[in-house]
């Protein structure tokens, strides 16, 4: 089907009247995933299968649960096994540059969600992560009046995830008053619970009032796994601010806990924008750009309407 609509010529049949979705009917495509633990990934997912049906495509997703050789075989095998196009989400493709090459040299289309643009792919769909990353930085740090001690939690294999970190380098270079007194690098998957003991060790190690004044979490499960340490351990006067909207951690700043901030992600729109290119693509067309961009939003105790005693 793809073949015989590129030959006609998209503009010719978008001409006949017929739509975008019907032309790429039928197609199967492989989502592929190291990490479709994570909520955020998941709700990618989740909302790329919606627009699949929508569009009438066969829609296979693999999880490697965080194994890289494995994802990197799965790439692989979808590129050999008939997928008119891979979607990887949540991933750097230079991590298997050699599979999105051989990808590429078959014809097969590469999307990523929430990635890396990459010679090799034809669309990256994500937030400005640096912005992400100056945008709860200034919040965060405003906060603390600019001044007092932080600790990082963070992941810079991820190629968005570490955007948000030269974002705080940049800030705390801006900003001499704030020091980082800790960080730790982030285990995924189990990433609450690894970031709960990261938490329970930096606390004991910085004991008293103000040793600890923020926790600047790349994404917001370190930063719920933070706030689980400094509950239990009774520690009063630090902030928590991340990164995704994530639900649970929205319900913490409801809540009155330590967690005072989050930047959501348009997560589900991230996976629309794709979809859609995808769309596009698959009836023989181009994608807009290389690299494409989902809206933000700062979400406080203010923007929800919420008085904390």
Same mark, same amino acid.
Not at 45 to 70: C, L, R, S
Not at 192 to 217: C, E, K, Q, T
Not at 274 to 283: D, F, S, V, W
């Given at each position: =089907? ?37 909520? #955020? ?76 643009? /990459? ?16 945008? =709860? ?8 009046? /600019?001044?007092? /001690? ?48 990261? =938490?329970?060790? =930096?606390?004991?190690? /910085? ?67 794709? #979809? ?34």
């Amino acid at each position: =089907m793809h073949k015989s609509i590129a030959a006609l010529g998209l503009a010719s049949i978008l001409a006949l009247g017929v739509s975008q979705g019907a032309l790429a009917a039928g197609e199967k495509v492989s989502v592929i995933t190291p990490f479709l633990a994570a909520i #955020a990934t998941g709700e990618m997912i989740e909302a790329f299968k919606a627009k699949a049906t929508e569009y009438q495509w066969t829609v296979d997703v693999v999880d490697t649960a965080g194994d890289m050789a494995a994802f990197a075989s799965r790439v692989e095998d979808a590129t050999t096994s008939g997928a008119k196009a891979i979607v990887l989400v949540s991933v750097d493709p230079a991590q298997i540059q050699d599979q999105v090459d051989k990808a590429k040299a078959a014809g097969v289309p590469v999307v990523t969600i929430d990635g890396a643009k /990459n010679a090799s792919t034809v669309l990256n769909v994500t937030s400005d992560n640096y912005v992400l990353g100056e945008t =709860m930085t200034k919040f965060l740090f405003d906060q603390i009046g /600019n001044k007092g /001690n932080i600790v990082r939690f963070f992941y810079s294999a991820h190629p968005g995830v570490h955007q948000r970190e030269l974002a705080l380098d940049a800030a705390l270079k801006a900003n001499p008053e704030i020091k980082q007194v800790a960080d730790h690098y982030v285990a995924v998957p189990g990433q609450v619970d690894d970031s709960r003991a990261a =938490m329970d060790a =930096m606390l004991l190690a /910085n004991p008293g009032d103000g040793a600890i004044n923020a926790v600047w979490a790349a994404w917001d499960e370190p930063g719920i796994g933070a706030n689980l340490a400094i509950e239990a351990a009774g520690r009063k006067g630090i902030v928590i601010a991340g990164i995704d909207g994530n639900p649970q951690a929205i319900d913490l700043i409801k809540a009155c806990s330590a967690y005072i901030g989050t930047v959501r992600q348009g997560f589900g729109e991230m996976a629309n924008i794709a #979809a859609g290119e995808l769309n596009t693509i698959l009836a023989g067309g181009t994608a807009k750009a290389d690299e494409l961009y989902a809206p933000v939003e700062l979400i406080t105790r203010e923007s929800l309407g919420v008085s904390c005693p």
